[in-house]
C-alpha cells in the first residue's frame, strides 16, 4: 500500500473519539505549567483572558482553565466537540488560525502543538499575524515549536499504550521525509486499539510543516512580536522543550 493512500489527519475526524486514549490530558500536566508558569511571569497576577487557536481535545488548555478565562478555535468540529466535554466552560469557535478573527482582544494567545500544521511560510506568518490581531501591545503570543531544520534527525519512531476500561490503545508513529522538497515532513500513525473483542487497526497520516529556528523568530518579528525563548526538560520528552514567547511590539 502506497502511504499516499492513507486519509490524512482521521484522528481529528472519524476518529476523534479515540484522541484522550492517544493523548490522556492528565499527561500534559507537567508542559501545562511551564506554560502557566510564563503566562503568570508575563501577565502577573488575576484572572485573564487567554485565547488558544487549534485548540484539539483541550488537554494542555484543561490545565490553564482553573487560573484563566478561555476561548478556543479549532478548524475540526470534531475536536471543539471533543474539546467541550473536557473543557465545558471555554467559549469555543470554529475557525482557521491563519484567518480567524474574533473581533476581540484578549491578554495571551497560545498556539501549542497545532502550530506544527503550518507547512509553508505563509500559512505561518498568518498565524502569527492571528495571534497579533488578537492582542494589544504589550499582550502575550506563546507556541512551542517541536522541529527545527538543523536538528531534524528522520525517519524516528515513537509509540505509547494508554489504557481506558477495557480498552488498550497503542500507537506507533512514524516520522519521515517523503522528498517533496518542501517545508513539510510526514507522519504515519498506526493505533492498535485491544478491546476484548480483538484487536482493531486504524492507519492515519499527518503532513507537518518543519522551518528553521531563524525563520521562527523572522516570521514572528514580521508579525509585530519581539521574541524570547524559554527552554525546559521534560520527563517524558527526549529533546529540550522550548517556549517561543512573543510580546507584540
Ligand atoms: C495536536 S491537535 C492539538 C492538541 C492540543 N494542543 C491539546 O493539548 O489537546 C492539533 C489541532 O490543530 C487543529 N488544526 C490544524 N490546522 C488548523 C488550522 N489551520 N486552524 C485551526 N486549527 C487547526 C486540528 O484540527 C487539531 O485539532
Same mark, same amino acid.
Given at each position: 500500500m502506497d502511504a499516499k493512500e492513507i486519509k490524512q489527519g482521521r484522528i481529528y475526524s472519524e476518529l476523534s473519539h479515540l484522541i484522550r486514549l492517544i493523548s @490522556? @490530558? !492528565? !499527561?500534559?500536566e507537567e508542559e501545562a505549567a511551564h506554560w502557566c508558569g510564563v503566562l503568570r511571569d508575563k501577565l502577573g497576577q488575576g484572572r485573564h483572558t487567554i485565547l488558544e487557536l487549534g485548540v484539539g481535545g483541550g488537554h494542555n488548555l484543561s490545565h490553564l482553565t482553573f487560573e484563566f478565562d478561555a476561548v478556543a478555535v479549532d478548524i475540526s468540529e470534531a475536536m471543539l466537540k471533543e474539546c467541550r466535554k473536557l473543557n465545558p466552560g471555554v467559549e469555543l469557535h470554529l475557525g482557521d488560525m491563519r484567518s480567524v478573527r474574533l473581533g476581540k482582544k484578549f491578554a495571551a494567545v497560545l498556539i501549542h502543538d497545532?502550530?506544527?500544521?503550518?507547512?509553508?511560510e505563509a500559512d505561518l506568518l498568518a498565524a502569527f499575524k492571528t495571534a497579533a490581531a488578537h492582542l494589544n501591545p504589550g499582550g502575550i503570543f506563546i507556541t512551542s515549536p517541536e522541529r527545527f531544520v538543523e536538528t531534524l534527525l528522520l525517519p524516528s519512531v515513537e509509540h505509547a499504550t494508554h489504557l481506558n476500561g477495557e480498552t488498550q490503545l497503542t500507537y506507533v508513529e512514524y516520522t519521515y521525509d517523503p522528498g517533496r522538497k518542501d517545508s513539510t515532513v510526514e507522519t504515519i500513525m498506526f493505533y492498535l486499539i485491544h478491546r476484548p473483542g480483538g484487536l482493531r487497526i486504524e492507519k492515519d497520516r499527518h503532513v507537518t510543516g518543519v522551518f528553521n529556528r531563524e525563520t521562527w523568530f523572522r516570521l514572528m518579528e514580521e508579525a509585530g512580536f519581539s521574541v524570547e525563548v524559554r527552554s525546559y526538560e521534560l520527563k517524558n520528552w527526549n529533546r529540550p522543550y522550548e517556549l517561543f514567547i512573543g510580546v507584540l511590539r
Open positions: @490522556p @490530558p !492528565e !499527561e500534559y497545532a502550530i506544527n500544521y503550518m507547512l509553508n
